[in-house]
């Protein structure tokens, strides 16, 4: 039998000898497929050990094939090793688990490995792969070919049959009384108190519409798992599972601490022959959403349900194993190299970051912001920055010799990436294409800039901590080179953020006037830079406690096109009530349509009539109560505040109401008068509008409006200081 | 990267931190004065941090000097200005 198809996911089951593999067929059939698959990691250490090693394994009950062979370490150069062949792939890990207990000393390599990965590696099929299979009558794959690569920019689409599930409240904030499920062109409600009729229907719609993949909110955290104990408890069938006779996996809930900040991963649950996508325990759904889950399980090679759920690390290291098993190179199964010591000198002059610059304060007319393009992987690709490569001499010289493992991983992605930034700047503004664009750029985004943070991350398993000093160092020469190639010249360097430079020069308006200046950066430094866009006028921000202490990256700006630009303001924070981030918005939306710098002035008056409003309809209760509402990120365990956080306050109220909030979660509230100051969104049924804060948030909105205003009235320079402080608002 | 050592803003406060006693006995003008000089400094923080100086104060004398170097060859300027308009 030849089918072609979609990989839907690859995993080991107890049942089946080697490991199952679920296909949409191009016919519109689902089929699942055995295909055996042993799987070998490999044990390194004096050959006495190794000895030891190898009568211990011959004692144990799998099925294995021992061997003594030559394999490439990429720290090390060629080491022997005891090669160790799994006749099934299911029986790795418990083996290997006792392998590493009885002989803890010795090194050890493609040991913890994704089955999904090496299947990756092996037959170059990744998840959602077009291909080809052949099998005989007992559905047991003989061959597997792909039909297309990770790395093509329109994939045919995969027809894919989405049942979505929606509770119609947040189950941590309250409990939801009914549940929006809609597939196809389908859409009803059920009410979730009526278990057994749910149950009913859900199974009937498992059954006849067969999905392959639930989109659920809450799924992880909520929904699944209360669903499972209702089937339990009525003692009904709910085939959540394809595959037959397999129990849903759960996993638990986890909070820990991720470049500074909390993080909380809610529980999980993951499907067997279907596969089940939370939007709301996702990683970075709100970036990419499920375009640019599936980009980032084709690219990575980890199975779809992981892949949603995965940190982008995790998915970058993916690829580094895939390449190195393709190479013939071995994955340590932990770290073992250790920085290599460096005088007092040298870690001072390592041991920094990007170049951030402090801008010169205030209003800029004729600005135009550049940009390198995707700087630090285009670093580690150009100059050849791997761990087992030679630093060159010089900074933003290649290193000699064949490309490391590092860039071979990268080179596609970043093409893949710029191909697809290409092809969105040219298709129409309405083509259909354009958010699928988007969203899978972003997810390679996100791979591309944790592969440089991983390359400097203790654990990583092909991190070296010189290679990431290298590129930074390499990213600091090359801004500083593109800032003296601009003063050459003739331009002003307003500010420069890492792998950004804004710069000015009088009447310059077009594109092509940067050309040469573009072109000159590129020839100095080997990194392509492109246009961000040219301003009608850009404000940096002084600190807020001392309006003559610059801060980096805290700007608003308005492009020619009329486009607004914001970084570092209220506007770009979470925990800005929604309102407010309108009305920031909306201010520069004012202000926007100054044709040029020296008209502002006629428009500064409108925009503070719009603070006025905002700050009249907030008084009358105008504005509705979702648009207060504040979020927050729980910073740590209630238990650790010595005087309670907003936050933390709000928290207790939820706790009060029987809620369970792990450190790490988002809370939703809003401020109100007296004590204890907050309430809880959700907490209990009735708010009384009465009990806003409104003194409170209008100093809220003065504060956001003052980051604007104060510091356009403040130009002196511009001449119309005189104007602006007539009607600075009171 | 930025993980072992201080960040040269780090530094910079702590090396302000370090003049309180010093800024203390000072006159309050000149406590403002002092306090100018410092943001001067500030503003190249940037530089000294990419100068990666064994003793980073030095430097950010330096940043200082730099600053007020400028305000001394504007304000030359001006003069001259002056001058050559009365001539």
Known sequence: MKVTGWVLDVFTLEAARGLVLWLIGEDGKRYR????????FYAAGSASELRTLWRFLQSQ????????TERHDLFAGMVTVLACKVESPLELPRLFARVASAFPTLTYYDADIHIALRYAAMFGVFPLAYCEI?????????????????????????PLRILSLEPDADPSHSTPSHLKVSYDRVHSTLPLDAKRPLLASLE?????????LILTSWGDTWLLPSLLTDKKLANFPLSLNREAGQDVIQHKERTYFSYGQ????????????RLHIDRHNAMLWSEYELEGVFEMARVTGLPLQDAARLSPGTGIS???FITAMREGILVPYRKHQAETPKTALELIRADMGGMVYQPIIGLHKDVAGIDFVSMYPGIMV????SPETQRAKDDLTPAAGEPGLIPKTLKPLLLKRLALKSSLAKISKYDSRRQSYRARSTAEKWLLVTCFGYLGYKNARFGRIESHEAVTAYGREALLRAKEVAEDLGFEVLHMYVDGLWVQKEHLANPSDFDELLEVIREHTGIPIALDGIYKWVVFLPSKLNSRVPVPNRYFGVFQNGEIKVRGIEARRRDTPPFIVTMQIDMLKILARAPSVDDLPEYIPLASALVEKKIRDLREGQIPLEDLLITQRLSREL??????????????????AGKHISAGQSIRFLYTRGKPGVYAWGADKDFDKRRIDISGYQKLVKRASATILDALISQTNLGFFKVCQQIKPR | MGRTLQTITDIFLQEQESFTRFRRALRRKDQLALDDLFISARQHLAAAGYAAHALPFETLLLCMLLEEHKEVMQLREQVNQLIVSRE
């Open chain 1, 318 to 320: 993916s690829m580094q």
């Open chain 1, 639 to 656: 238990k650790s505040y010595r005087s309670p956080s907003p936050a933390a306050r709000a928290v207790l109220q939820l706790v009060d």
């Open chain 1, 134 to 158: 052949e099998a005989d009558d007992k559905n047991h794959i003989l061959s597997i070919h792909p039909l297309e690569s990770p790395w093509e920019i329109d994939p045919l689409p995969v």
């Open chain 1, 262 to 273: 909390i993080v909380y991963r809610g529980q999980q649950v993951s499907l067997r022959g």
């Open chain 1, 33 to 40: 497929f055995e295909h055996c698959f042993p799987v070998t």
């Open chain 1, 382 to 385: 150009h100059f050849n920055i």
């Open chain 1, 61 to 68: 009950p799998e099925r294995l094939t021992l061997s003594r």
């Open chain 1, 204 to 212: 009937s719609t498992l059954k006849t519409y067969d999905p392959d």
